[in-house]
């Protein structure tokens, strides 16, 4: 199993930043693709980032040009680097990841989140 735990979540004024921080711990052999997610009340969880074990990255719309993610591979460690920050990205922010497990399992796993709260 793997676990995910998240932090750097807070309450920021608009066009303020924050930085996220997720750590993955367990008895994964290699993680693969490492995302963040978020769920503003009322909606659907979205996919916010996304960065591949070889640091590609991918962004929704609504983010690019003012949120980074990045990763450190060797502490198991993905980063949320978020500029500019608007009222609308208020919500629970979850890290997940897709990991190699003994035995040749592959899993999805899912932090409990972080709340984002940005005031206008």
């Known amino acids: 199993q793997v676990q995910l735990v998240e932090s750097g979540g807070g309450l920021v004024q608009a066009g303020g930043s924050l930085r996220l921080s997720c750590a993955a711990s367990g008895s994964m052999l290699r993680i693969n693709d490492m995302n963040w997610y978020r769920q503003a009340p009322g909606k659907q969880r979205e996919l916010v980032a996304s960065i591949t074990s070889g640091s590609s990255t991918n962004y929704g719309e609504s983010v690019k040009g003012r949120f980074t993610i990045s990763r450190d591979n060797a502490k198991h460690t993905v980063f949320l680097q978020m500029n500019s920050l608007k009222p609308e990205d208020t919500g629970v922010y979850y890290c997940?990841?897709?990991?190699?497990?003994?035995?040749?399992?592959?899993?999805?796993?899912w932090g409990l989140g972080t709340q984002v709260t940005v005031s206008s």
């Open positions: 997940n990841c897709n990991a190699d497990l003994p035995a040749g399992i592959r899993g999805e796993f």
